[in-house]
């Protein structure tokens, strides 16, 4: 018989054994260790243990799901009216939809008895309070494609997707600056300035990033004065067990007077040449879809789309009007 219960402190190798026993598929770190998921997910300072819910058969764990909450708007502390189903995990030797059917009820209950009045399964920006470094990549993509699972759960249970991600990987070696008379324009008035590990800018980005090392990129114009666009890249490996084979861009901006002028294009490309000056091998990055400026740009210089995410979202049936999410 399947009941379900709350973590407790012995369950971590538990945990890592139902992780180890998940069929290889992009996106998902394999092996897990015991760890790593105390560094990346248990250690966090918002951590509640009721919102880890472990399914059980015969007193041995077979699958778990993780509910938790994003920021309020300032970022300063945790808010409630969003709630977010981070990851399910079954193991594939056990009537996997019954259990993950099971799960979902549990969390959903979880989330809805703290106030959430939409309820996201599958993290991304800024509902991804765990598993960064674990999951899906520069950043949390929603739920994968590949994670097979979650994305027939979702939709049976009134989920419905309302925004997809794009993961896209460039391979640094192979990368190719484009050359034109723009760029030379940009090259003689702008420069590149560089930020090891630059001060979080809230406290849930300290969270979400305290275990990754971390790079920033401003481009200004060698006249001084503000950055005219900037990006944020990360090590795709904890701290202690990299060897910056891999980062994420995980973000890119330009100020809007400057868009169009080819100052993205040289930002990257500069951040590119750095990169092969410290080995670097591979970047990835995710954009959102409907972020066709974004995605026309990855492409252009070469990056290839290797995954996709889908997020989905289901309302809470007692609440009438909700806002979107942020």
Same mark, same amino acid.
């Given at each position: 018989?399947?009941?379900?219960?709350?973590?407790?402190?012995?369950?971590?190798?538990?945990?890592?054994?139902?992780?180890?026993?998940?069929?290889?598929?992009?996106?998902?770190?394999?092996?897990?260790?015991?760890?790593?998921?105390?560094?990346?997910?248990?250690?966090?300072?918002?951590?509640?243990?009721?919102?880890?819910?472990?399914?059980?058969?015969?007193?041995?764990?077979?699958?778990?799901?993780?509910?938790?909450?994003?920021?309020?708007?300032?970022?300063?502390?945790?808010?409630?009216?969003?709630?977010?189903?981070? !990851?399910?995990?079954?193991? &594939?030797?056990?009537?996997?939809?019954? #259990? @993950?059917?099971?799960? *979902? $009820?549990?969390? +959903?209950?979880?989330?809805?008895?703290?106030?959430?009045?939409?309820?996201?399964?599958?993290?991304?920006?800024?509902?991804?309070?765990?598993?960064?470094?674990?999951?899906?990549?520069?950043?949390?993509?929603?739920?994968?494609?590949?994670?097979?699972?979650?994305?027939?759960?979702?939709?049976?249970?009134?989920?419905?997707?309302?925004?997809?991600?794009?993961?896209?990987?460039?391979?640094?070696?192979?990368?190719?600056?484009?050359?034109?008379?723009?760029?030379?324009?940009?090259?003689?008035?702008?420069?590149?300035?560089?930020?090891?590990?630059?001060?979080?800018?809230?406290?849930?980005?300290?969270?979400?990033?305290?275990?990754?090392?971390?790079? !920033?990129?401003?481009?200004? &114009?060698?006249?001084?004065?503000?950055? #005219? @666009?900037?990006?944020? *890249? $990360?090590?795709? +490996?904890?701290?202690?067990?990299?060897?910056?084979?891999?980062?994420?861009?995980?973000?890119?901006?330009?100020?809007?007077?400057?868009?169009?002028?080819?100052?993205?294009?040289?930002?990257?490309?500069?951040?590119?040449?750095?990169?092969?000056?410290?080995?670097?091998?591979?970047?990835?990055?995710?954009?959102?879809?409907?972020?066709?400026?974004?995605?026309?740009?990855?492409?252009?210089?070469?990056?290839?789309?290797?995954?996709?995410?889908?997020?989905?979202?289901?309302?809470?049936?007692?609440?009438?009007?909700?806002?979107?999410?942020?």
């Amino acid at each position: 018989m399947i009941h379900f219960r709350s973590f407790r402190n012995t369950d971590p190798p538990l945990l890592a054994a139902i992780w180890q026993s998940q069929s290889p598929q992009p996106g998902l770190r394999q092996p897990v260790s015991v760890d790593l998921l105390e560094q990346l997910v248990l250690a966090k300072p918002y951590f509640h243990y009721p919102g880890l819910i472990l399914a059980c058969e015969d007193r041995h764990p077979i699958g778990f799901i993780h509910a938790g909450f994003g920021p309020n708007d300032e970022e300063t502390a945790l808010q409630t009216d969003y709630g977010v189903i981070c !990851l399910l995990m079954v193991r &594939p030797d056990c009537p996997q939809a019954e #259990v @993950a059917e099971g799960l *979902l $009820r549990q969390a +959903e209950r979880y989330l809805t008895d703290r106030g959430a009045k939409v309820l996201y399964g599958g993290g991304v920006w800024p509902l991804c309070p765990f598993y960064l470094g674990l999951y899906g990549g520069s950043k949390l993509p929603g739920v994968l494609l590949s994670d097979s699972l979650a994305q027939q759960l979702y939709p049976t249970h009134g989920y419905r997707e309302v925004d997809r991600t794009l993961v896209f990987q460039c391979t640094v070696d192979l990368f190719r600056p484009p050359v034109h008379r723009g760029m030379i324009q940009v090259r003689r008035s702008m420069r590149v300035k560089s930020f090891m590990d630059p001060r979080p800018r809230s406290w849930w980005e300290a969270c979400l990033m305290a275990n990754f090392s971390q790079m !920033l990129f401003h481009l200004v &114009p060698k006249e001084g004065g503000q950055p #005219v @666009a900037w990006a944020m *890249l $990360r090590d795709l +490996e904890p701290e202690g067990t990299s060897t910056l084979r891999a980062v994420g861009l995980l973000e890119l901006e330009v100020s809007p007077p400057y868009r169009g002028q080819g100052m993205a294009t040289f930002l990257i490309s500069e951040i590119f040449r750095y990169l092969q000056s410290l080995g670097v091998e591979m970047v990835e990055t995710q954009t959102m879809a409907r972020n066709h400026a974004a995605v026309n740009l990855y492409q252009k210089l070469g990056f290839v789309e290797t995954n996709q995410g889908i997020v989905f979202r289901k309302d809470h049936p007692s609440v009438e009007c909700i806002h979107s999410a942020k």
